[in-house]
């Protein structure tokens, strides 16, 4: 312990100085005669204890006391008077000013070292305490930065496992992409070899006007008008254009939702969305994955709507879809499977059901599929996420149910139930 004595007669700092060398408990013992000292000693030597005389010329032991408790870390410092005053007022004003205890003059030892037995115990007390708060807040803090980190795992987990089904399905989204594009890529070529006769028919046009015989005039617009056959050209560019812009709209409409799908979303940007718009979205990236496998029934009225994240959502329908047609081509089976997609409303519950007419699950597995990386698919055929993310979604994000009804050998139905409005509780 660093204690400073304050006094300005030197015959009492001698007294303090070498009662304070018996205490083994002390380290360091500074003796200051001149008061207006006092706080720059304080300031530069880290002072645990401050023995105080009250009455001092220059500056009192009340003025210092009141500029040192000024200043907050300064709190904890224990202060006791060194006084010969004896009226409860001068006590009762130390105390408000922010001493700990008091010494009388003349100095009683064993007084003295009673006083300083307890000062220094609850300096030590102090100490301890500040060093366990240190330790409690460095720990505070890194369970806030290990907070962070996991946060952004699971961040990462959820974009990993959203980029790991878009890489699963990327090669049906790039069929589905080249078959509108194939067509329109042909129709353009028509389109040119079309613009080029009409082209080559009007400057033909415009050259015979230039003639003044009328009626060899008509007969060679009109035989040249038959041997470029602009009247079925004409007609089909009609077609070829609409089919054109259905192709670029279906174009767009599979990488919209892909893009859509791919970014990353807030879990509190929600909004009110049609079921069968979701479904319809979501059938759009994953449709090449089902539609070899199975045919898709669609059962859900168009005035059904959800509060929801509508990517989060999405997202979920994504995974159970095509956990759906990967164990309907498990098994092998030579007609084609059927996956039935159904939404009702009831107690206030939007309710999405998805079912396949695949193997099913055991009762095993039924248990675990919802859990973190488990998956019985093939090492690298998938992560195990999928599911456990759509509980996640389901049920931490949007208060919902997420469940299961399946029998091996008879398929499997998974059941969504979300809330239909915002909860404002």
């Known amino acids: 312990m660093k204690i400073l004595v304050v006094d300005d007669s030197r015959f009492n700092l001698k007294i303090a100085e070498r009662l304070l060398k018996e205490n083994k408990r002390v380290s360091d013992i500074i003796l200051c005669e001149k008061p207006e000292n006092a706080m720059r000693i304080i300031n530069d030597k ?27 870390k300064y709190d904890d410092m224990p202060i006791i008077m060194f006084t010969s005053l004896n009226d409860a007022e001068s006590f009762s004003r130390c105390f408000d000013l922010g001493a700990s205890d008091y010494i009388s003059k003349p100095i009683n030892e064993i007084e003295f070292n009673a006083r300083i037995k307890a000062a220094i115990d609850t300096r030590m007390a102090s100490n301890h305490m500040k060093d366990l708060l240190k330790v409690t807040k460095e720990q505070n803090r890194e369970l806030k930065e290990m907070n962070v980190k996991l946060s952004e795992t699971k961040f990462h987990l959820v974009q990993s496992e959203k980029m790991a089904a878009i890489g699963q399905l990327a090669a049906g989204i790039a069929h589905e992409i080249n078959n509108p594009m194939g067509f329109v890529n042909s129709n353009f070529e028509i389109l040119e070899k079309y613009l080029r006769r009409i082209s080559e028919y009007i400057n033909f046009v415009n050259s015979q006007l230039v003639k003044s015989n009328k009626l060899y005039l008509e007969k060679e617009i009109f035989e040249k008008y038959k041997e470029l056959k602009i009247e079925i050209i004409v007609k089909e560019l009609e077609g070829i254009i609409t089919d054109s812009k259905s192709g670029i709209m279906r174009v767009t409409e599979i990488v919209q939702s892909l893009r859509s799908f791919a970014r990353t979303v807030k879990d509190d940007e929600k909004d009110v969305y049609s079921v069968l718009d979701i479904i319809n979205q979501v059938l759009l990236i994953c449709k090449n994955e089902i539609k070899y496998v199975a045919d898709i029934e669609i059962d859900v009225p168009d005035e059904v709507s959800v509060y929801c994240n509508k990517l989060q959502i999405g997202q979920v329908l994504i995974n159970i879809l095509v956990n759906a047609a990967q164990a309907i081509k498990s098994q092998n089976k030579e007609q084609m499977g059927l996956v039935r997609i159904k939404a009702d409303k009831s107690d206030g519950y939007i309710n999405l059901y998805v079912e396949d007419d695949g193997p099913g699950i055991s009762e095993e597995h039924k248990q675990k599929i919802f859990e973190p990386f488990f998956t019985t698919k093939e090492i690298g055929s998938g992560t195990g996420l999928g599911l456990s993310i759509s509980y996640d979604i389901i049920v931490n994000k949007h208060s919902g149910l997420i469940d299961v009804v399946s029998e091996q050998g008879k398929g499997t139905k998974f059941i969504v139930k979300l809330p239909e409005k915002l909860n404002l509780n």
């Open 46 to 72: 880290n002072i645990d204890i401050l023995i105080l005389d009250i009455i001092m010329p220059e500056i009192s032991g009340f003025e210092l006391m009141q500029m040192i408790r000024q200043d907050k």
